[in-house]
């Protein structure tokens, strides 16, 4: 007997998210996913007409992979992984380690050869802009540790998040990406921070339930060199498998002059990968009602509702704002009451406080609105 939430969860990905249909090629990757779960993909796949390609892997396997590559090793397996992603028009990944820092002791360089080899041209410059993609966490023991839940409690908020009513939340939307597209200067403020920039010319996309399980985000990108203040991040982040608390970023003519953190010497030594790490290539604003708190998982804390989060690092092709990186940061700022507070503006115009809407257009995004 599978798990019906299972089912409700695979149709969402392949009837909803990706719309697989007659012909289409799934690569399905897998990462420490239950065998049943992949199964009921599967099974959901050749129902929609589609050919699953399944790659199934485990994070302690790649630990190894990683700590002992050489150049020529990771780029074999990045030759191959690129193989399959060309042949695919589809990709949902799945990714369920029971421990988010089981990368932290793979020395820094041979990480660098996984992003050059594997990462980058595979994933950034290949399934991203030429794919049908959706990408997702799976609910485990640690990722209820992170969230302070019960594993029953935390998988119940994990499918009831991962399975709402993501075509309401997609009309709810509308109006913010249009008030977006018209905007010119941006100023976020809160505790520790001041920050203005511009997002005129930039497009602007809905993440509704299309590339990210779950979703719940508007984002576009910064004009590359229009940052100019301070922003404070209230929200922990994770990046290689190092835990990064209390970020603060100091911007002028778009470009990080100053960065600090819980561990400063290995955050700089990020923004110092290549020249576009110190500026920005995305900025977005939360809206999952279901989310509230962090959980130390990008896919869930990005969304969190009455949160932005900007992004040190490379831009997307649908919001591109010339920004290229082997980096990609999400870093979370809640702007909720309870975590604060804090405004945006646009162009002048007060438009979110404490995590709220204040704009009647908007209001429908509340997450009182959004649950029903």
Known sequence: MYDPRMKKLADVLVGYSTEVKEGDTVYVEAFDIPTEMVEVLVERIYQAGGVPLISMKSNR?????????????????????????????????????????????????RMALYKKHWWEPVHIRWRVPKTRWVVLRWPTPSMAQQAEMSTEAFEEFYFSTCTMDYSRMSKAMDALKSLMER????????????????????????????????????????????????????????????????VKLKFREGRIIEATSSNTDAMNKILDTDEGARYTGEFAIGLNPYI?????????????????????????????????????????????????????????????????????????????????
């Open 61 to 109: 396997v790649l630990r190894r992979l990683y700590r002992g590559a050489t150049e020529r090793a990771m780029k074999t397996i990045g030759e191959v992984e690129m193989e399959k992603m060309r042949r695919s028009d589809v990709y949902i990944g799945m990714r369920g380690s029971h421990n988010i820092t089981e990368f932290s002791d793979v020395p820094e360089e």
């Open 183 to 246: 905007t010119d200067e941006v100023v976020i403020k809160g505790p520790g921070t001041d920050l203005r920039f511009s997002i005129k010319g930039i497009p602007v996309v809905k993440c509704d339930g299309k590339l990210n399980i779950p979703d719940g985000e508007v984002f576009t990108a910064p004009v590359k060199d229009s940052l100019e203040g301070v922003i404070s991040f209230n929200a922990p982040t994770v990046y290689d498998g190092k835990i990064f608390t209390d």
């Open 292 to 372: 509230t708190r962090p959980m130390k998982d990008i896919l869930f804390d990005e969304k969190i509702a009455g949160s932005i989060h900007l992004t040190p690092g490379n831009a997307y092709e649908e919001a591109f704002n010339g920004n290229r990186s082997s980096v990609h940061w999400d870093l979370v700022l809640i702007q909720t009451r309870e975590w604060g507070g804090g405004e945006i503006y646009f162009d002048g115009e007060l438009v979110r406080k404490d995590g709220r809407f204040v704009v009647e257009e908007l209001e429908p995004l509340n997450p009182e609105n959004l649950m029903g």
